[in-house]
């Protein structure tokens, strides 16, 4: 069976946590933070997790993850 490729960009999104779910950042909080209020902003902060709907699709794009 031959390798399998990392999707590159996906890789710098993701990170697998301890319990074999995948973490990212929220969007959002790149551009335009005038309009937002400081609670929206401090929400955004943290990280999230993968919803259970797109878990295979990312379970695919990071095969050694």
Known sequence: MPKLKTNRA????FKKTGTGKFKRFKCGKAHILTKKDSKMKRRLRKPSTVDSALEKQTRRMLPYA
């Open 10 to 13: 996906a890789a710098k999104r």
